[in-house]
C-alpha cells in the first residue's frame, strides 16, 4: 500500500518560514492535499490540488500557505509563519490503484 | 453552509459493536461529485481512515480493518453510518466523518464534523 512520511516536528520562529515535507513513492504525479489541526479540533483543508494540478486554498485560509509537489517530496510552506499556525499538519493522496485515501503520518508545527 | 455531525454511544464495552451516524447537510448524498468518509484519529496519535462511500453507493475499506466494518448511507435523512464489530480498547479513539469532493479520481476531505470520542472499556 501506498506510505506517506511526514518529519514528525517543525519548529519555526514567528515571522519564518515553515517547510512540511510529505515523502512518497512518485508523490510528483499525485494531487496532495493538506490538513491543519489544532489540539481538541476537526481537521481543516488548507490546500488542495484541483484537476489542474494547481494548488488552491478554501476560502479563508491565508495566502501565506503555499504547495509544491515534485519528484518524491511534496511540500506545504507556510510563509510569515504567526503563533496561531501552531498545529499538526498531515498531507493525503487518493490511492487510485485501492480507491482510498492515504494520510500522512503528521508534522507537528511548533512556533518558538 | 456544509455541515457534518457524528453521533453514537460515547462508551462501548468490548466486543460489541459500534454504531456511528453521520448527519450531513448543505450537500446532498446523491451529489455525483460528493462523498463520505469515516476518518479516526487515537489520542495523540495520527488520522486513521476507515470507510468511504462514494455518491453512486459503492464502498471501499480499510484493508486492515475491512472485516470488522459496514458503511452505508440513507440518502433521504442524509445520513452515512458506520458500524464496527468486535470492538477493543484499541479502538478508543475519536472518529470523524467528512465530506470528500471528488475531481478527475481524486478526492480531498473538506469540511469535516467535529468529532465524537469513543472509549472501548469494560
Known amino acids: 500500500s501506498y506510505v506517506l512520511t511526514q518529519p514528525p516536528s517543525v519548529s519555526v520562529a514567528p515571522g519564518k518560514t515553515a517547510r512540511i515535507t510529505c515523502g512518497g513513492n512518485n508523490i510528483g504525479s499525485k494531487s496532495v492535499h493538506w490538513y491543519q489541526q489544532k489540539p481538541g479540533q476537526a481537521p481543516v483543508m488548507v490546500m488542495y490540488y484541483d484537476s489542474d494540478y494547481d494548488s488552491d486554498r478554501p476560502s479563508g485560509i491565508p495566502e501565506r500557505f503555499s504547495g509544491s509537489n515534485s519528484g518524491n517530496t511534496a511540500t506545504l510552506t507556510i510563509s510569515r509563519v504567526e503563533a496561531g499556525d501552531e498545529a499538526d499538519y498531515y498531507c493525503q493522496v487518493w490511492d487510485s490503484s485501492s480507491d482510498h485515501p492515504v494520510f500522512g503520518t503528521g508534522t507537528k508545527v511548533t512556533v518558538l | 453552509q456544509v455541515t457534518l455531525k457524528e453521533s453514537g454511544p460515547v462508551l462501548v464495552k468490548p466486543t460489541e459493536t459500534l454504531t456511528l451516524t453521520c448527519t450531513v447537510s448543505?450537500?446532498?448524498?446523491?451529489?455525483?461529485?460528493?462523498?463520505v468518509s469515516w476518518i479516526r484519529q487515537p489520542p495523540g496519535k495520527a488520522l486513521e481512515w476507515l470507510a468511504h462511500i462514494f455518491s453512486n453507493d459503492e464502498k471501499s475499506y480499510s484493508t486492515s480493518l475491512k472485516s470488522r466494518l459496514t458503511i452505508s448511507k440513507d440518502t433521504s435523512k442524509s445520513q452515512v453510518v458506520l458500524t464496527m464489530t468486535n470492538m477493543d480498547p484499541v479502538d478508543t479513539a475519536t472518529y470523524y466523518c467528512?465530506?470528500?469532493?471528488?475531481?478527475?479520481?481524486?478526492?480531498?476531505?473538506?469540511?469535516w464534523g467535529q468529532g465524537t470520542l469513543v472509549t472501548v472499556s469494560s
Open positions: 448543505g450537500f446532498s448524498l446523491s451529489n455525483g461529485r460528493m462523498g
Open positions: 467528512a465530506r470528500a469532493i471528488a475531481v478527475s479520481g481524486d478526492n480531498w476531505f473538506d469540511p
